[in-house]
């Protein structure tokens, strides 16, 4: 019988069996697949686990509270959060290019992971001879099936570690599809916001900055996004929608009139999208009353911000992020 209190019983054993009293790290990224494989992990193994968060200053507002507060509350997992967000705004000063800022926030990330890796590893305490990984059956059919390494399509994944770490995986989500891992997270005990999370990107909100990524822009476009995602939530269309990145566009001015006259600033691009695996997808046909709210409190709110345009593009042509 399949039920979550079966897996869950099931894969608790399943990975005591494995790590035995050795010692497991993971990496969290806000997700909810790493999420729920931590809470598994976790609830198996209590604090031979330890977690990894590296706070890169990409996330949305409240994204890194939740891991911080949230999951570790709902879990007690024992968690090791590394502030590196000077260290990403440095690597991508000047950059615009879509491509290079995702390298370099990959090989950013991997670099400060691969720090903690160690100074876990240097702690008192048991080998730590495992890395816990949040792969689905569907990443396991794509890969052919093997097992034993991580992988990761390069592009799609800041978590990836390089071939010459040594550690053997723990997979607890292999046989799991996304609906099911997000049915066994709450049966965990885990957090709506992080078990109903929508798709989001690994580079973060660093490529929904089309331009430099700077500290002023990313506070900018963290209120804009703060602002459509709370009013999408209140109209009721977080399931209907598949995600809705928020977009600005910091290389582009617009002119606009604004309280006490005229204003050059910079537009804000909302960009909701209906997807069956984000593979295609097609523009959400979004109730007008709710996209105006959303336009107004945001000219209102976000200083600099005089104009909010709708993404009216299937997927294809125009892929979901604009980076
Ligand atoms: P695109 O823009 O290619 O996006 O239509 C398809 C899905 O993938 C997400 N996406 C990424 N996820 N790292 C990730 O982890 C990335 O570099 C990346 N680029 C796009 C996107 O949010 C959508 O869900």
Redesign the pocket.
């Known amino acids: 019988d399949w039920t979550t209190g079966n897996v869950i019983e099931e894969q608790v054993a399943a990975i005591r069996e494995q790590v035995g009293d050795k010692r497991a790290i993971c990496g969290l990224s806000g997700g909810v697949d790493s999420a729920v494989a931590a809470a598994l992990v976790q609830k198996a193994i209590g604090s031979q686990l330890t977690c990894v968060y590296v706070d890169h200053g990409l996330m949305r507002q409240g994204e890194t509270e939740q891991v911080e507060k949230d999951f570790v509350a709902a879990t007690g997992v024992q968690l090791k959060v590394v502030d590196a967000q000077e260290r990403f705004l440095k690597a991508l000063a000047g950059v615009s290019d879509p491509e290079e800022k ?1 390298k370099i926030i990959g090989r950013e990330f991997i670099r400060v992971f691969e720090q903690a890796q160690l100074e876990i590893m240097q702690e008192d305490g048991p080998e730590v001879a495992f890395l816990v990984q949040g792969t689905l059956y569907p990443d396991v059919v794509e890969s052919g099936g093997g097992t034993g390494t991580a992988n990761i399509k390069s ?4 978590g990836g570690l390089p071939d010459d770490i040594e550690f053997e995986l723990v997979e607890p989500l292999r046989k799991l599809f996304k609906d099911e891992v997000r049915m066994v997270g709450q049966e965990l005990g885990l957090p709506d916001e992080i078990v109903q999370r929508q ?5 973060g909100l660093g ?1 929904r900055i089309v331009g430099e990524v700077t500290k002023e822009r990313l506070d900018l476009l963290r209120e804009a996004d703060a602002i459509a995602r709370e009013e999408l939530t209140a109209a009721g269309l977080d399931r209907e929608i598949w ?1 809705c ?1 928020v977009v600005l566009l910091a290389d582009v001015r617009s002119v606009g009139v604004q309280g006490d006259g005229r204003t050059y600033g910079h537009p804000i691009v909302l960009r909701p999208v209906s997807s069956e695996d ?1 593979m295609t997808a097609d523009w959400s046909r979004l109730p007008y009353d709710v996209l105006s709210k959303i336009s107004t409190r945001i000219t209102n709110e976000v200083k600099d911000v005089n104009r909010v345009v709708l993404d009216v593009t299937s ?1 294809p042509p125009g ?3 604009w980076e």
């Open positions: 995702r592009h799609h994944n800041v798709p989001f990107p690994g580079p490529i995600q990145p984000a997927k892929t979901i992020e």
